[in-house]
């Protein structure tokens, strides 16, 4: 019998965000909002999920705030 599981991150694109300054590459942009959350996963189906923040990323060059 084969058991066919995984563990890791996911990040779910939830739309624009809000238009900041970015203090790595110092560009003015919209950024964008994400969910981040870990997930453990059994036969591709995910069973238990932890770990959820939502965060803004800079279009740019990926520099990430928590929201």
């Known amino acids: 019998m ?3 599981f995984g563990y890791g991150s996911k990040q779910k694109e ?3 965000g809000s238009t900041r ?3 790595r590459c110092n560009n003015t942009t ?3 909002r994400v969910k981040r959350y ?3 996963t ?3 189906v995910p069973v238990l999920r932890w770990g959820r923040q939502q ?3 800079c279009t740019i060059c990926g ?3 928590a929201v």
């Open 63 to 65: 520099t990430t705030v």
């Open 30 to 32: 919209t950024w964008a």
């Open 14 to 16: 939830l739309g624009p």
């Open 2 to 4: 084969f058991f066919f």
């Open 38 to 40: 870990k997930q453990f």
């Open 55 to 57: 965060a803004e990323v």
């Open 42 to 44: 059994v036969f591709f």
């Open 21 to 23: 300054t970015c203090p």
